[in-house]
C-alpha cells in the first residue's frame, strides 16, 4: 500500500467533519446526515485522535474551527467538491433525456408534490422523476439539474421562473376548533398550545424565520409564553401533530391547501401573512433549459402554481396590509 493511502484519514469520518465544518453546528450536520447528534461527536473525535490535534474548539452553545480544523475543512471541500462534480458528470453520461432530477425541500416534496405525482404520472407517463429532498436550498457550486428553490441567488449558469410568495395561517382540525371557539380571535388562540417550526432549524438562508412570535407582531400581539408553544423541526412533523389535535399550528397554503379543501382541517381565523418578498422558484440549468424534460415539468409546474401565483400577486389594494384578516375563500 502507497504512503499515501496510509496517511487518509477514516473517510467516513471526513466527510462528517466536512458537515459539522460546513455548518459550524454537529447538531445540524447530524440533521444533514441523518444520524445522531451523538454520532457525530463520535466520528469528529476519531478523526482528532487520528491526527492526534483538536480540530474544533467547543463551547456551551457553539463550536468552531481551530487553526489546524480550518486548513483540513479547505482541503476538505474541495475534495469532496471535486468528487460531487465528476460524480455529477459520471450521472449524466448515463441517464436517459426522460430523466429529471429535481431538488426540494422536504415539506414541498412530501405535502405539496407528492399529491399531484399521480395526476403528472397520467398526463407524462415517458417522464422519470428523481426527487431529492433538502432541508435547505441546493449548492449552487454542487451542480444540479432543477430544484424548487426558496428565495433566488443568481447565477450565470441557471435559470429561474417565479412560482409564487408564501402566505401563512394558522390552522387546526374541525373538532379542535368545535372543542375551542375561542381560537377564532387572535386573543384566544394565545389560550392554546400553538405548534411551532423551531427558527433554530431554519435552512433557508436568504429569509428571516417565521414562528409564532413573528406572525402574532404582524398584528401587533405579543408573543406567546414558552408554556404555549411546542417547537419543531420539520414542518411534516408539525402538520402531524396538528392532525394529532395537540394544537393550532402556523402553516403555508401551498402546503396545507389539500387539506382545506378535503375539510381535514380548517382556519379559526381569517388573520393570514402574505409574505410577498418570500418568493418560491423553479430553478434548472441554463444548458437544459431547452430540453423536453425540463420544457415538460416546467410546464407542468407553472400550471399547478397558477393559483398561487393569482393569489400571491393581488394588487396591494386589496389587503390593507401585508398581514391581514381576509375571509377564506373555498375553492
Known amino acids: 500500500m502507497s504512503r499515501s493511502r496510509l496517511s487518509l484519514p477514516p473517510l467516513n469520518a471526513l466527510r462528517t467533519f466536512e458537515a459539522a465544518a460546513r455548518h459550524g453546528s454537529f447538531k445540524m450536520a447530524a440533521e444533514e446526515l441523518c444520524v445522531t447528534q451523538a454520532a457525530v461527536s463520535r466520528q469528529i473525535q476519531a478523526l482528532e485522535e487520528f491526527y492526534r490535534l483538536s ?36 450521472l449524466r ?18 405535502l405539496w408534490l407528492m399529491p399531484r405525482l399521480k395526476r403528472l404520472r397520467a398526463q407524462y407517463r415517458d417522464l422519470q422523476l428523481f426527487l431529492i429532498s433538502s432541508e435547505g436550498n ?18 450565470p449558469q441557471y435559470v429561474a421562473d417565479y412560482l409564487f410568495a408564501e402566505e401563512i395561517f394558522p390552522v387546526c382540525t374541525p373538532e379542535f376548533f368545535e372543542q375551542h371557539p375561542q381560537i377564532s380571535t387572535l386573543e384566544g388562540l394565545l389560550t392554546v398550545p400553538l405548534l411551532n417550526l423551531s427558527a433554530s432549524h431554519w435552512k433557508a438562508k436568504l429569509w428571516t424565520p417565521i414562528d409564532w412570535a413573528f406572525w402574532l407582531q404582524q398584528f401587533g400581539c405579543d408573543a406567546p409564553t414558552s408554556k404555549m408553544t411546542m417547537n419543531f423541526s420539520h414542518f411534516p412533523m408539525l402538520l402531524d401533530a396538528v392532525q394529532q ?21 380548517v382556519r379559526p381565523t381569517g388573520a393570514t401573512y402574505f409574505a410577498d418578498d418570500r418568493k418560491h422558484y423553479f430553478v434548472c440549468r441554463r444548458e437544459l433549459v431547452n430540453s423536453k424534460k425540463i420544457q415538460i ?18 394588487p396591494n389594494g ?14
Request: zero cysteines; aromatic letters at 8%; charged letters at 25%.
Open 55 to 90: 480540530l474544533f474548539a467547543r463551547s456551551n452553545r457553539k463550536v468552531e474551527l481551530t487553526e489546524d480544523g480550518h486548513a483540513l475543512y479547505l482541503a476538505t471541500s474541495s475534495a469532496l467538491q471535486h468528487i460531487a462534480t465528476a460524480s455529477r458528470d459520471l
Open 138 to 155: 441546493p449548492d449552487f457550486h454542487a451542480g444540479f439539474d432543477a430544484a424548487v428553490t426558496l428565495g433566488l441567488e443568481e447565477h
Open 93 to 110: 453520461r448515463n441517464s436517459r433525456d426522460d430523466e429529471l432530477y429535481l431538488i426540494t425541500t422536504s415539506a414541498f416534496a412530501q
Open 297 to 314: 415539468f416546467r410546464d407542468w409546474l407553472m400550471a399547478q402554481t397558477r393559483v398561487l401565483r393569482e393569489r400571491s400577486d393581488l
Open 318 to 331: 386589496d389587503r390593507s396590509s401585508p398581514a391581514t384578516i381576509v375571509p377564506d375563500p373555498r375553492p
Open 245 to 265: 389535535e395537540a394544537g393550532v399550528g402556523l402553516a403555508w397554503r401551498h402546503l396545507v391547501q389539500q387539506q382545506l379543501e378535503e375539510g381535514k382541517l
